[in-house]
């Protein structure tokens, strides 16, 4: 095995006073160490993950990391600042800075020995010893030294003071995990761990991090008088830890006061508190805030991922079968969907007998879209007991004509029903059956009852007048709406905006009429701009990106065809105060002129390759092709202004002179 850091990924003198520039920096050894093959590439992973979550640490401490394709080595660079730099500590700069580079398969052994390294941060003596460093060989010995021998995947510290006081030490179990699972992860494991010890409280933790998911023993749990929960992302099989006192808090909160946490988790079980499995905390905040509105920051992360969780999974059975019937209108026109069924009626050598065949096949696949959508955000939010009842709820919205709004209430219902049920503390014997039996018999009941008489009419009425708002949507009404769902496209290109815009326009699909078939083409058309526009400008005016950008806008033209939004990130990451506005701008073009033409769109995803599918096919292509130039105009304007004005990191072009290039900040 490589070793992770060597003398030359050593910076004991980093000038950089941003985190930008620090990343920069350090990634620029690692490219040198032949660890990172596109710097640029590289550089817009760690941006992305940076947007996800500050990575500053209480006690003077960033740790930017990613996992990047860009990275062929699982690698270490560090640098010491002494005037501190800013990665968004409550504390303030930080002036131990470790780039960590994982590659995107990283393998187990590889990303344990990182784990390792995030947990020895928690270590004050650890710290001490890279601060007091003067030599980059040494520095790097050491960190080597101490990775070499990382602890295990579950840390189960001994309380030897309880024990020696002939007491049974107060039980503690954790889950920690984090959206990269590299870092934060573990040390918020280790840092709860050590509070523990400190305290006389048995701590065993879970890490749901990357480098692996190793069950803490039921016996354990059971053992266990509470339970705290220090994740950014959904806790895996939750349903083991019902029954028990909860603190549920973001992974920040572990790793900066995880004595707090415990604390808390005494007074619950001292109270007697039986938490629902996923009750959030009222004092204990979401991660790494004072308190103060950050519950409702976190349940607002957890409302998203369990909303995000069911179009995931609808997704592919909108893509199957609107795809399909597209094809069937294209071979056989609109009447085939009226055809008999071909299981009485095919006749091999008839083009309609196939087209009638597609159209059926993607009409059966059509009708799961609404149950799916339900059952897996009831799955997100409760795990598999939520599976039945969201299903089941999903159905009955079909049933009740509420749609694709009733799939969503019928799967936050079912989640929320699994979700009190097992709060209710239950014998033993009786827990074997509790998620296969007991909780979907009786959570399919309570949905059932609520779909069917208290919420199911109400939400089929408004699912109604938001078909009919659609349907009679026209001139400048249907404008503003395709500049709303172009903005939304073009803003976080993949993120959650887009994805909210992306699922309004698929879930009309699943009772498609005039006006959702005008929404599913304006968004498909504003989401192709972005990494069209990026193609264009690298193409016409070279000057203004680096080799990299352009070697990226030569793939973008092929995503952007493909609708693949994603396509522009790495321009955005690298120039989000260009870029990201510019886009923006096309999107909203494209979205306006597309609602403005009627064009139509029956199939969720395809990109060009579909436009014979498309109504006003000629208009929709111009509306794109609109859209893109805007885009490309306003961000050539914007950085070619840039080139002339030389920023504060000391760009050539002063002068203007042809020759110059633009360094684009990461």
Same mark, same amino acid.
């Not at 003198?13 to 690692?30: F, G, H, I, P, V």
């Not at 694709?404 to 503390?425: D, H, N, S, T």
């Not at 920023?647 to 633009?662: F, H, I, L, N």
């Given at each position: 095995?490589?070793?992770?850091?060597?003398?030359?990924?050593?910076?004991?003198?980093?000038?950089?006073?941003?985190?930008?520039?620090?990343?920069?920096?350090?990634?620029?050894?690692?490219?040198?160490?032949?660890?990172?093959?596109?710097?640029?590439?590289?550089?817009?992973?760690?941006?992305?993950?940076?947007?996800?979550?500050?990575?500053g640490l209480d006690g003077g401490i960033g740790i930017p990391h990613c996992r990047s394709e860009h990275v062929n080595a699982p690698t270490l660079a560090f640098g010491r600042s002494a005037a501190g730099i800013d990665f968004?500590?409550?504390?303030?700069?930080?002036?131990?800075?470790?780039?960590?580079?994982?590659?995107?398969?990283?393998?187990?052994?590889?990303?344990?020995?990182?784990?390792?390294?995030?947990?020895?941060?928690?270590?004050?003596?650890?710290?001490?010893?890279?601060?007091?460093?003067?030599?980059?060989?040494?520095?790097?010995?050491?960190?080597?030294?101490?990775?070499?021998?990382?602890?295990?995947?579950?840390?189960?510290?001994?309380?030897?003071?309880?024990?020696?006081?002939?007491?049974?030490?107060?039980?503690?179990?954790?889950?920690?995990?984090?959206?990269?699972?590299?870092?934060?992860?573990?040390?918020?494991?280790?840092?709860?761990?050590?509070?523990?010890?400190?305290?006389?409280?048995?701590?065993?933790?879970?890490?749901?991090?990357?480098?692996?998911?190793?069950?803490?023993?039921?016996?354990?749990?059971?053992?266990?008088?509470?339970?705290?929960?220090?994740?950014?992302?959904?806790?895996?099989?939750?349903?083991?830890?019902?029954?028990?006192?909860?603190?549920?808090?973001?992974?920040?909160?572990?790793?900066?006061?995880?004595?707090?946490?415990?604390?808390?988790?005494?007074?619950?079980?001292?109270?007697?508190?039986?938490?629902?499995?996923?009750?959030?905390?009222?004092?204990?905040?979401?991660?790494?805030?004072?308190?103060?509105?950050?519950?409702?920051?976190?349940?607002?992360?957890?409302?998203?991922?369990?909303?995000?969780?069911?179009?995931?999974?609808?997704?592919?059975?909108?893509?199957?079968?609107?795809?399909?019937?597209?094809?069937?209108?294209?071979?056989?026109?609109?009447?085939?969907?009226?055809?008999?069924?071909?299981?009485?009626?095919?006749?091999?050598?008839?083009?309609?007998?196939?087209?009638?065949?597609?159209?059926?096949?993607?009409?059966?696949?059509?009708?799961?879209?609404?149950?799916?959508?339900?059952?897996?955000?009831?799955?997100?939010?409760?795990?598999?007991?939520?599976?039945?009842?969201?299903?089941?709820?999903?159905?009955?919205?079909?049933?009740?004509?509420? %749609?694709?709004?009733?799939? #969503? !209430?019928?799967? /936050?219902? *079912?989640? $929320? +029903? =699994?979700?009190?049920?097992?709060?209710?503390? &239950?014998?033993?014997?009786?827990? %074997?059956?509790?998620?296969? #039996? !007991?909780?979907? /018999?009786? *959570?399919? $009941? +309570? =949905?059932?009852?609520?779909?069917?008489?208290? &919420?199911?009419?109400?939400?089929?009425?408004?699912?109604?007048? #938001?078909?009919?708002? /659609?349907?009679?949507?026209?001139?400048?009404?249907?404008?503003?709406?395709?500049? &709303?769902?172009?903005?939304?496209?073009?803003?976080?290109?993949?993120?959650?905006?887009?994805?909210?815009?992306?699922?309004?326009?698929?879930?009309?699909?699943?009772?498609?009429?005039?006006?959702?078939?005008?929404?599913?083409?304006?968004?498909?058309?504003?989401?192709?701009?972005?990494?069209?526009?990026?193609?264009?400008?690298?193409?016409?005016?070279?000057?203004?990106?680096?080799?990299?950008?352009?070697?990226?806008?030569?793939?973008?033209?092929?995503?952007?065809?493909?609708?693949?939004?994603?396509?522009?990130?790495?321009?955005?990451?690298?120039?989000?105060?260009?870029?990201?506005?510019?886009?923006?701008?096309?999107?909203?073009?494209?979205?306006?002129?597309?609602?403005?033409?009627?064009?139509?769109?029956?199939?969720?995803?395809?990109?060009?390759?579909?436009?014979?599918?498309?109504?006003?096919?000629?208009?929709?292509?111009?509306?794109?092709?609109?859209?893109?130039?805007?885009?490309?105009?306003?961000?050539?304007?914007?950085?070619?202004?840039?080139?002339?004005?030389?920023?504060?990191?000391?760009?050539?072009?002063?002068?203007?002179?042809?020759?110059?290039?633009?360094?684009?900040?990461?």
């Open positions: 095995m490589s070793e992770l850091i060597t003398a030359e990924l050593v910076d004991l003198d980093l000038s950089a006073t941003t985190k930008d520039a620090a990343a920069r920096s350090l990634a620029e050894r690692m490219v040198a160490a032949h660890r990172v093959t596109d710097l640029d590439g590289f550089l817009a992973d760690v941006a992305a993950r940076e947007a996800q979550m500050p990575t968004g500590a409550a504390d303030g700069p930080a002036d131990l800075i470790f780039l960590i580079a994982a590659p995107a398969g990283a393998d187990d052994d590889h990303l344990t020995i990182l784990s390792g390294l995030a947990r020895r941060l928690m270590d004050p003596e650890f710290t001490a010893a890279l601060r007091a460093g003067t030599d980059p060989a040494a520095v790097a010995a050491l960190i080597r030294d101490e990775e070499a021998t990382p602890e295990a995947e579950g840390t189960e510290p001994e309380s030897e003071t309880a024990e020696a006081a002939g007491s049974a030490p107060f039980r503690i179990v954790a889950v920690t995990s984090c959206p990269t699972g590299i870092a934060h992860t573990y040390m918020a494991a280790e840092s709860l761990a050590a509070a523990g010890r400190a305290e006389g409280v048995e701590v065993t933790v879970e890490t749901q991090g990357s480098a692996g998911f190793k069950k803490l023993d039921a016996g354990v749990i059971a053992a266990a008088d509470a339970v705290i929960w220090a994740h950014d992302v959904e806790v895996r099989e939750k349903a083991r830890f019902r029954g028990k006192p909860l603190v549920d808090v973001g992974v920040k909160a572990g790793i900066n006061r995880p004595a707090e946490l415990i604390a808390e988790a005494r007074r619950k079980a001292e109270r007697g508190e039986i938490s629902a499995v996923s009750e959030a905390d009222d004092d204990s905040g979401s991660g790494d805030g004072d308190g103060s509105g950050a519950d409702h920051a976190h349940f607002g992360v957890r409302l998203r991922t369990y909303l995000m969780s069911g179009v995931s999974y609808m997704v592919p059975f909108v893509a199957a079968g609107g795809l399909l019937i597209a094809l069937s209108f294209a071979i056989g026109g609109y009447e085939i969907a009226s055809a008999k069924s071909v299981a009485d009626h095919f006749v091999w050598g008839e083009a309609d007998s196939w087209a009638a065949l597609l159209n059926q096949i993607g009409s059966a696949a059509f009708a799961f879209l609404v149950p799916v959508l339900a059952g897996y955000i009831a799955y997100g939010m409760a795990d598999r007991p939520a599976l039945v009842p969201g299903f089941v709820g999903g159905s009955i919205a079909l049933t009740v004509n509420a %749609g694709f709004l009733g799939g #969503l !209430v019928a799967g /936050l219902l *079912a989640g $929320a +029903v =699994v979700m009190a049920i097992q709060r209710v503390p &239950v014998h033993a014997t009786l827990r %074997g059956i509790m998620p296969v #039996l !007991v909780i979907p /018999l009786i *959570a399919s $009941a +309570v =949905v059932g009852f609520l779909m069917f008489i208290v &919420v199911g009419k109400p939400i089929a009425s408004l699912q109604k007048a #938001l078909t009919d708002w /659609l349907n009679g949507l026209s001139g400048s009404n249907a404008v503003i709406l395709g500049v &709303v769902l172009g903005l939304m496209m073009c803003f976080d290109m993949g993120g959650p905006l887009n994805k909210v815009a992306y699922a309004f326009a698929v879930g009309g699909l699943a009772d498609p009429t005039d006006g959702s078939l005008k929404v599913m083409a304006a968004v498909m058309a504003a989401g192709m701009v972005p990494p069209l526009a990026m193609a264009l400008a690298t193409t016409v005016r070279k000057k203004l990106f680096t080799k990299t950008e352009r070697e990226n806008g030569r793939a973008a033209w092929v995503l952007g065809a493909s609708f693949i939004t994603e396509g522009a990130i790495p321009f955005a990451a690298a120039d989000p105060l260009r870029v990201i506005p510019s886009v923006m701008a096309g999107g909203a073009v494209t979205g306006a002129l597309s609602m403005a033409f009627g064009a139509t769109l029956r199939a969720p995803h395809g990109g060009v390759f579909v436009v014979p599918l498309i109504g006003e096919p000629f208009l929709y292509l111009l509306a794109i092709a609109a859209g893109t130039l805007v885009a490309t105009a306003l961000v050539v304007l914007l950085k070619g202004a840039r080139r002339a004005a030389p920023d504060a990191a000391g760009e050539k072009g002063a002068t203007g002179s042809d020759d110059s290039r633009v360094t684009v900040a990461a």
